[in-house]
């Protein structure tokens, strides 16, 4: 008889509570018996029904399949308890990343279509050392440093995925006007002067109207609107005006006075020592003080739904299998957390931390090797090719060394990460103007080349002033789309058909110092 019991207990799912000869009712029937009582010598504390707990998404360990049971019942744990809740486990990456040398090797070279263009790399180095037609040495590191300033930013990335967005994006900004620094400080040395000045001005130039504009287009492409935090937007706007004034100051001052280069030198290197203690200030409120307000994270938007895309099936399966569970369990079922896999949140390191560091350092150096030959051709493209240097310096140089800033911000713009974006391209502008540009300057300074100053052709200035001013009209309320977009481009597209016709008797009388 005791036998027959036990069989219909497991039969029913039902187990005898410990310690009591009770046996408790099915949970379908409920605690008041069949009849709505309960029966003789029944606890209504005994009626421990085999149902699966209420889970809380907190309370899981980082472990992609974890079993929970109900306290005295664990030795009945079997495969039906456990809980997929980590997509991981369905054939995704583990915690624990394993990094192989081939594997790694194969994610820095074909990260990206760009990357074809290495092989321009050796050709540019071997023509440059050959010495043949200072044309074709151009053109070829011209190309050559494109994939380079990629790989910066692809390894620049790579460790920003550890750092998080707001130090990703001045990571990026850093190295990728690594590009520029190297490249002005080679033209410093071979006295082109015209062509430092214009390069940095050009660069943030690009990286205000080209680069923001196409993340702006890109992004806004398959959304109504993107948000981003407008308050740190504006500050770095903000600084960008600053620097824009110190740039004024001493052109007005040129103009206007009759010091000549003797009072220009000194403003300009006494100007740059300020800019540099202010970008020290602008490190400190933005890594210290208030680290806060730039981890604030900004509000995602949803793409357009033009049709069905992969993942729709998945979280579809996803609601029909959630919606049967809570059909078939009645009010006594209960919720469980499905994490549907998300394409664009499942980014992980593809490469080592060293690795990633070594690829910045590799590409550095080879960025400076090819610089050095591009710079040195300069000459013969200006004076042969029918190029001013404005529009060379404006237009061509910044377009290769911001490929690394270029690729990152389109890149995370169209999956929704504007301040990522924003911080690339207005944060890489600011840099320029606050810290490259002023430690040319020094080291100008240094190096005993008075002509190099802070003093700009007007050209150059008004369109910068132009650039900035538009910037922050479409910033201010932290939100942007792709008509924006295609009006920063545009004002950048003018500016390129004028450098191209801007004559280069004018740029040299009216630089003076060049």
Not at 113 to 140: C, K, R
Not at 204 to 223: A, D, H, P, T
Not at 403 to 426: F, N, P, R, W, Y
């Amino acid at each position: 008889m005791e036998e027959h019991r036990k069989g219909e207990a497991m039969a029913g799912g039902i187990q005898r509570a410990e310690g009591t000869d009770s046996m408790p009712l099915p949970s379908s029937v409920g605690t008041d018996g069949a009849f709505g009582l309960p029966p003789v010598g029944e606890s209504v504390n005994s009626l421990v029904p085999l149902r699966r707990p209420e889970i809380d998404a907190a309370s899981l360990s980082d472990q992609s399949i974890r079993r929970r049971t109900t306290p005295k019942h664990a030795e009945n744990a079997n495969l039906d308890d456990a809980i997929i809740e980590d997509p991981e486990a369905l054939g995704g990456k583990g915690d624990k990343q394993k990094y192989t040398f081939v594997g790694q090797l194969r994610a820095t070279l074909f990260n990206s279509w760009i990357n074809v263009l290495l092989l321009a790399v050796p050709v540019g180095i071997i023509l440059h050392y050959i010495h043949v037609d200072p044309i074709a040495v151009f053109v070829v590191n011209f190309v050559a440093i494109i994939p380079l300033a990629a790989l910066l930013g692809y390894g620049t990335e790579e460790i920003a995925m550890r750092t998080g967005e707001t130090v990703g994006g001045l990571l990026n900004a850093t190295f990728g006007n690594a590009v520029e620094l190297i490249v002005s400080i080679l033209a410093l040395f071979k006295n082109e002067i015209v062509i430092v000045k214009t390069s940095l001005i050009g660069s943030m130039l690009s990286n205000l109207l080209l680069v923001m504009g196409m993340s702006f287009f890109l992004g806004g492409i398959n959304r109504i609107e993107q948000n981003f935090n407008m308050t740190v937007a504006q500050t770095a706007a903000s600084l960008l005006a600053l620097a824009v004034g110190s740039l004024i100051i001493p052109t007005a001052f040129h103009t206007w006075s009759e010091a000549g280069e003797t009072g220009i030198a000194p403003l300009s290197r006494g100007t740059s020592i300020i800019l540099l203690f202010v970008y020290g200030c602008y490190l400190f409120f933005q890594l210290k003080s208030h680290t806060e307000m730039y981890n604030k994270p900004s509000e995602k938007v949803e793409k357009r739904r033009g049709k069905v895309e992969s993942g729709d099936a998945i979280k579809g399966i996803a609601q029909i299998g959630a919606g049967i569970s809570a059909s078939m369990g009645g009010h006594n079922a209960q919720s469980v957390p499905i994490q549907v896999p998300d394409d664009e949140d499942q980014e992980e390191p593809e490469l080592h931390f060293f690795v990633a560091l070594f690829t910045l350092a590799a590409s550095t150096a080879l960025v400076g090797v090819c610089a050095e030959a591009l710079v040195s051709s300069i000459d013969v493209i200006t004076t042969r090719g029918h190029i001013s240097e404005t529009f060379v310096g404006l237009i061509l140089l910044p377009i290769v060394g911001n490929a690394a800033e270029h690729a990152t911000a389109i890149t995370v713009a169209m999956k929704d990460k504007m301040d990522l974006s924003i911080g690339v391209a207005v944060g890489s502008s600011m840099q320029i103007a606050l810290l490259v540009l002023p430690l040319i300057v020094v080291i100008g300074w240094i190096a005993g080349k008075d002509d190099m100053s802070l003093y700009f052709d007007g050209f150059q200035i008004a369109v910068l002033f132009v650039a900035v001013l538009l910037v922050n009209y479409l910033i201010q309320d932290g939100k942007s789309h792709w008509l924006e977009g295609m009006l920063l481009m545009t004002l950048y597209l003018i500016i390129s058909v004028a450098a191209w016709f801007y004559p280069a008797k004018s740029e040299r009388t009216g630089s003076g110092a060049s």
